[in-house]
């Protein structure tokens, strides 16, 4: 079960440059979602998507854009990085229910802005 | 200021000591999880609470949802070292809504 995939796994970046990072999952969930972790605490909302076609922002959007082309595929783009971007980056994906939203997510990517 | 305030934000301990952590909000939720995350890998979900005053328990863990849906405890009794890691809680406001997170308490078992 291949759940949430992100790649890449690690990456370091130089200020100014642009990358995208990739998540898809194979659980047919409709809710997908972007997280950032800093050193020691919890997760902060970036952006989500409720289905193919429709995103909407988190708590700390500004930086970044995403886009929801398919279900399975939900990347998120960094245009110009800065060093308050460097952080661990989380994708997750629920199924929406009546009650309860359970997230699956990813192992994450480590990026380091220098 | 976080929707969810864990506390401790650290707690170490050594085995077989008991321990609760505790997640507050002034806001009602439909719904809390607890999520717990191991170095390197991404959150993994531990349990669900929907019902104010719920408790369920997981083998030494015990989840409680306060009456209000405001609050919720996690309980665990005879740490083990198997339990290091940060614990964090979510909320959902209504029912199939994305989830909050607090800031997640972060737990050390000694041996």
Known sequence: NA????????RILKIGQSMTLQCTQDMNHNYMYWYRQDPGMGLKLIYYSVGAGITDKGEVPNGYNVSRSTTEDFPLRLELAAPSQTSVYFCASSYSRGLGT???FGQGTRLTVV | TQLLEQSPQFLSIQEGENLTVYCNSSSVFSSLQWYRQEPGEGP???VT???GGEVKKLKRLTFQFGDARKDSSLHITAAQPGDTGL????GARRAGNMLTFGGGTRLMVKP
């Open chain 2, 87 to 90: 614990y964090l809680c979510a």
């Open chain 2, 49 to 51: 609470v929907v019902t």
């Open chain 2, 44 to 46: 993994v979900l531990l």
């Open chain 1, 102 to 104: 359970e997230a699956f």
């Open chain 1, 3 to 10: 759940g949430v995939t992100q790649t890449p796994k690690f």
